[in-house]
Protein backbone atom coordinates (compact mmCIF):
# COMPACT_ATOMS: atom_id res chain seq x y z
CA UNK A 1 0.00 0.00 0.00
CA UNK A 2 1.34 3.39 -1.40
CA UNK A 3 2.13 5.42 2.01
CA UNK A 4 0.73 9.33 2.10
CA UNK A 5 1.99 12.34 4.75
CA UNK A 6 -1.16 14.86 4.88
CA UNK A 7 1.10 18.18 5.81
CA UNK A 8 -1.71 21.08 7.03
CA UNK A 9 -2.35 23.14 10.42
CA UNK A 10 -5.89 23.00 9.19
CA UNK A 11 -7.46 19.95 10.80
CA UNK A 12 -10.31 19.48 8.89
CA UNK A 13 -8.05 19.80 5.54
CA UNK A 14 -6.04 17.11 6.83
CA UNK A 15 -9.42 14.66 7.63
CA UNK A 16 -10.74 15.77 3.97
CA UNK A 17 -7.61 14.94 2.42
CA UNK A 18 -7.30 11.94 4.53
CA UNK A 19 -10.79 10.85 3.67
CA UNK A 20 -10.05 10.67 -0.21
CA UNK A 21 -6.56 9.45 -0.19
CA UNK A 22 -7.96 6.42 2.10
CA UNK A 23 -10.27 5.81 -0.55
CA UNK A 24 -8.01 5.52 -3.22
CA UNK A 25 -6.23 2.86 -1.09
CA UNK A 26 -3.36 5.54 0.36
CA UNK A 27 -2.56 4.26 4.35
CA UNK A 28 -2.06 7.95 5.68
CA UNK A 29 -0.14 9.69 8.39
CA UNK A 30 -0.42 13.42 9.31
CA UNK A 31 1.07 16.16 10.77
CA UNK A 32 0.39 19.97 11.58
CA UNK A 33 3.39 21.37 10.69
CA UNK A 34 6.69 21.13 9.01
CA UNK A 35 8.77 20.40 11.83
CA UNK A 36 6.36 17.36 12.71
CA UNK A 37 6.02 16.08 9.03
CA UNK A 38 10.46 16.31 9.15
CA UNK A 39 10.42 13.97 12.37
CA UNK A 40 7.62 11.95 10.80
CA UNK A 41 10.01 11.75 7.31
CA UNK A 42 12.89 10.80 9.57
CA UNK A 43 11.11 7.42 11.32
CA UNK A 44 9.31 6.63 7.88
CA UNK A 45 9.63 8.48 4.83
CA UNK A 46 6.29 8.10 2.95
CA UNK A 47 6.21 7.73 -0.65
CA UNK A 48 3.84 10.97 -1.40
CA UNK A 49 3.63 13.88 0.60
CA UNK A 50 0.50 16.13 0.46
CA UNK A 51 2.13 19.68 1.35
CA UNK A 52 0.52 22.84 2.65
CA UNK A 53 2.60 25.73 2.61
CA UNK A 54 1.56 28.61 5.32
CA UNK A 55 1.93 26.59 8.54
CA UNK A 56 3.32 27.39 11.75
CA UNK A 57 6.63 26.73 13.14
CA UNK A 58 7.94 25.49 9.72
CA UNK A 59 6.41 26.38 6.46
CA UNK A 60 5.97 23.95 3.47
CA UNK A 61 8.69 25.11 1.60
CA UNK A 62 11.26 24.78 4.38
CA UNK A 63 10.48 21.68 5.05
CA UNK A 64 10.32 21.16 1.81
CA UNK A 65 13.91 21.98 1.30
CA UNK A 66 14.93 20.21 4.25
CA UNK A 67 13.37 17.39 3.31
CA UNK A 68 15.45 17.10 -0.12
CA UNK A 69 18.45 17.59 1.92
CA UNK A 70 17.67 13.94 4.08
CA UNK A 71 18.80 10.49 3.60
CA UNK A 72 16.34 9.09 1.29
CA UNK A 73 14.42 12.38 1.05
CA UNK A 74 14.74 12.58 -3.21
CA UNK A 75 12.44 9.50 -2.91
CA UNK A 76 8.78 10.89 -1.92
CA UNK A 77 6.54 12.74 -4.59
CA UNK A 78 5.36 15.86 -3.26
CA UNK A 79 2.58 17.93 -4.13
CA UNK A 80 1.89 21.26 -2.68
CA UNK A 81 -1.46 22.16 -1.49
CA UNK A 82 -2.09 25.53 -0.99
CA UNK A 83 -3.76 28.58 -1.71
CA UNK A 84 -0.91 30.38 -3.02
CA UNK A 85 -1.16 30.13 -6.49
CA UNK A 86 1.10 33.04 -7.91
CA UNK A 87 3.82 31.97 -10.60
CA UNK A 88 6.59 33.10 -7.77
CA UNK A 89 5.38 30.65 -5.30
CA UNK A 90 4.52 27.35 -7.88
CA UNK A 91 8.32 28.38 -9.52
CA UNK A 92 9.51 28.12 -5.98
CA UNK A 93 7.80 24.86 -5.05
CA UNK A 94 9.08 23.37 -8.25
CA UNK A 95 12.53 24.53 -7.59
CA UNK A 96 12.74 23.15 -4.22
CA UNK A 97 11.29 19.85 -5.02
CA UNK A 98 8.30 19.62 -5.45
CA UNK A 99 6.65 17.25 -8.26
CA UNK A 100 2.78 19.11 -8.64
CA UNK A 101 0.91 21.49 -7.31
CA UNK A 102 -2.73 21.56 -6.62
CA UNK A 103 -4.70 24.59 -5.22
CA UNK A 104 -6.71 24.65 -2.26
CA UNK A 105 -10.36 24.05 -2.36
CA UNK A 106 -9.75 20.69 -3.84
CA UNK A 107 -11.99 17.79 -4.32
CA UNK A 108 -11.18 13.96 -4.93
CA UNK A 109 -11.03 14.59 -8.67
CA UNK A 110 -8.04 16.67 -8.46
CA UNK A 111 -6.55 14.90 -6.24
CA UNK A 112 -6.71 11.85 -8.31
CA UNK A 113 -5.73 13.69 -11.39
CA UNK A 114 -2.36 15.07 -9.85
CA UNK A 115 -1.84 11.69 -8.29
CA UNK A 116 -2.21 10.36 -11.80
CA UNK A 117 0.32 12.59 -13.03
CA UNK A 118 2.96 12.29 -10.99
CA UNK A 119 2.74 8.34 -11.37
CA UNK A 120 1.51 7.34 -8.13
CA UNK A 121 -2.29 6.23 -8.70
Given at each position: MTSC????????????????????????????????A?????E???????????????S?I???R????????E?????????E??????R??????????IM????????????SQ????
Amino acid sequence: MTSCLIVDDSKVVRMVARRILQDLNFSCREAEDGQVALDTCLEEMPDVVLLDWNMPVMSGIDFLRELRKTAGGEKPVVVFCTTENDMAHIREAISAGANEYIMKPFDRAIIEAKFSQVGVL
